[in-house]
């Protein structure tokens, strides 16, 4: 069976990575149908807009659908490469991964699917998901054949390809960072890898399987959380000693082995606060240390919570004429990380609402890249920085750059991010 060109790529979910890659396949003139189940999505793209904060982003958007190679759809259409880009939350509230959206997505394609055509799983997955995605279309398309019976004789190939790019700087490390390409089979992976060097300037290193391919995702980001969980602890420890974290961490790293991260308020998004909890869920009893590590980061809001209740305390201590009612707060940040509108699993959205739901006073929020406020944060208002600088108490949770360049503000400050 020749290899076909790609004409046509269908991307499946048009989120924070399925949309910035449908735009980069469209902006080298090839014809590109994005499918996403949310029709305000849909109409939005179409328009030549985009509903996500990404630098760049709304620039090649509007160009590609401008000359007619990216539209949106709800309903998936033929095409040579398909490319699976959906949500893989937690099932409930036991870490297990929920494939529900990847199955959804493999019954949705599976009726168009021709002879010749590519699936790729880019959606970060725990480890056999590739598989039981192949299954799904197995049984929907009884009529063609699939590599894990068929192997390059197979109609149709299938690899998984996780994306690894950095929220804020997507459409840059879309094209420059390696990819990792797990293919079930040789030919699925000579595919792929043409595939991504339709814009990929970096390497297309091919991996033994889509399993291992699988695990290197989740490898890079339980990495991450394993060293963010050793800062985050570090922090803790050096409130209780009465030292400065971050001048701590400046001296460690003077060491030329030694490169500790920033703590923070707890792990955000949706790769590293979720990833590790993949490898938990495959080998529960070996993965002890990066669930401990996820026990640390996932704790240490409420740590940063008791520092906000201790901190208005004292203010009431100091100020006996002022009840609880008369005390206010100003929080800083809701993002998961800085400079972006992603709330996605944000330990700082998650405090947010802890403080909303249990602070009397009167509660300001700062946060630059939004226009409205997510839902569960009671009677807090959205404003500017200016407005909160009245508050009594104010927490910073996310380094957005406008923060940086701000002076700190009057009245006690809970800093997590070491930026005042």
């Keep these: 069976m020749s290899e076909q060109p790609f004409n046509r790529i269908s991307v499946i979910g048009l989120g924070y990575i399925g949309l910035p890659t449908a735009a980069m396949f469209a ?79 493999a019954r949705a394609i599976a009726p168009v699917l021709e002879v010749g055509n590519l699936v790729i799983l880019e959606s970060t997955s725990p480890v056999g998901a590739t598989e039981a995605m192949v299954g799904w279309l197995a049984e929907a398309r009884p009529d063609l054949t699939f590599p894990h019976t068929h192997g390059d004789a197979s109609d149709i190939r299938v690899a998984h390809c996780p994306e690894r790019v950095l929220p804020g700087k997507v459409m840059q490390e879309l094209i420059t960072n390696d990819r990792v390409i797990g293919g079930m089979s040789s030919k699925c992976s000579t595919q792929a890898a043409r595939l991504y060097q339709t814009f990929v300037t970096g390497d297309c290193v091919v991996a033994s399987g889509p399993r291992i391919a699988e695990m290197a995702k989740l490898t890079e980001n339980s990495f991450r959380d394993v060293n963010i969980a050793f800062a985050n602890e ?37 790769c590293i606060a979720v990833d590790p909890w993949f490898i938990v869920s495959s080998a529960p009893e070996q993965a002890r240390l990066i669930k401990t590590a996820r026990k640390v980061n996932d704790s ?7 520092k906000v209740y201790a901190a208005i305390g004292a203010h009431l ?99 997590t991010r070491g930026v005042w």
């Design 27 to 105: 902006s080298r003139k090839i014809e590109v149908v994005g499918v996403d189940v949310n029709q305000m999505t849909v109409d939005t793209i179409n328009r030549g807009e985009v509903h996500i904060v990404e630098p760049d982003l709304d620039l090649v958007v509007r160009a590609v659908v401008h000359e007619g190679f990216l539209r949106a759809t709800t309903t998936p259409e033929p095409a040579e490469a398909f490319l699976v880009a959906v949500p893989t939350p937690f099932r409930g509230d036991n870490y297990e991964p929920d494939l529900g959206y990847i199955k959804a997505a």
């Design 234 to 270: 570090l922090s803790i420890i050096c409130d209780e000693l009465d030292m400065d974290v971050w001048d701590l961490i400046k001296l460690a790293n003077r060491h030329p082995r030694v490169s500790i991260l920033q703590p923070g308020p707890g792990v955000g998004g949706h």
């Design 317 to 415: 201590a100091a100020n006996p004429d002022k009840t609880a009612a008369d005390v206010s707060l100003a929080i800083y940040g809701l993002a998961f990380k800085p400079d972006i509108d992603d709330l996605r699993e944000s330990p700082a959205l998650n405090i947010a609402r802890e403080l909303a739901g249990h602070v009397r006073g009167n509660i300001q929020i700062v946060e630059p890249n939004i226009d409205t406020l997510p839902k569960g944060l009671g009677e807090a208002s959205l404003t500017g920085f200016d407005d909160a600088a009245a508050a009594d108490i104010h927490v910073l949770l996310v380094d957005h750059t406008d923060f940086k360049t701000r002076l700190q503000p009057s009245g006690t400050v809970v800093d």
């Design 300 to 306: 240490k809001p409420k740590w940063v919570i008791e």
